[in-house]
């Protein structure tokens, strides 16, 4: 009886403890608005990396682009280099892998 309990309070622990350390592995999502200073489609037409300037901070942004709406708008020509944009990420290391990619006037 003694020992179930020693097992199960245990077994709690260990449970919160690695709860604890998922959290700190996990993205940080960044919000910004900025003006796209360029746009480099991927030879393949399934990626792209778009540079932007935060109008907060003054610094230029890389962020990965993989969905396919995104990347049509590229493509088309509405979203260009000059438009304000407002873009959702998350932050993984060095690389931004893009949420949302809209024109802050709308598109």
Same mark, same amino acid.
């Given at each position: 009886?003694?020992?179930?309990?020693?097992?199960?309070?245990?077994?709690?622990?260990? *449970?919160? !403890?690695?709860?604890?350390?998922?959290? #700190?592995?996990?993205?940080?999502? @960044?919000? /910004?608005?900025?003006? =796209? &200073?360029?746009?480099?489609?991927?030879?393949?037409?399934?990626? *792209?990396? !778009?540079?932007?300037?935060?109008?907060? #901070?003054?610094?230029?942004?890389? @962020?990965? /682009?993989?969905?396919? =709406? &995104?990347?049509?708008?590229?493509?088309?020509?509405?979203?260009?280099?000059?438009?304000?944009?407002?873009?959702?990420?998350?932050?993984?290391?060095?690389?931004?892998?893009?949420?949302?990619?809209?024109?802050?006037?709308?598109?």
């Amino acid at each position: 009886m003694r020992k179930n309990i020693w097992v199960a309070i245990l077994s709690t622990m260990m *449970a919160i !403890a690695g709860f604890a350390f998922a959290g #700190s592995a996990s993205a940080e999502q @960044v919000t /910004i608005v900025g003006n =796209l &200073t360029s746009i480099k489609l991927a030879a393949d037409g399934k990626s *792209a990396v !778009a540079v932007l300037k935060d109008n907060k #901070s003054g610094e230029s942004v890389n @962020v990965n /682009i993989t969905d396919d =709406l &995104t990347l049509d708008k590229f493509k088309d020509k509405r979203i260009v280099p000059g438009d304000e944009i407002r873009t959702k990420f998350d932050k993984q290391g060095d690389k931004n892998h893009s949420k949302s990619f809209k024109k802050t006037a709308g598109c």
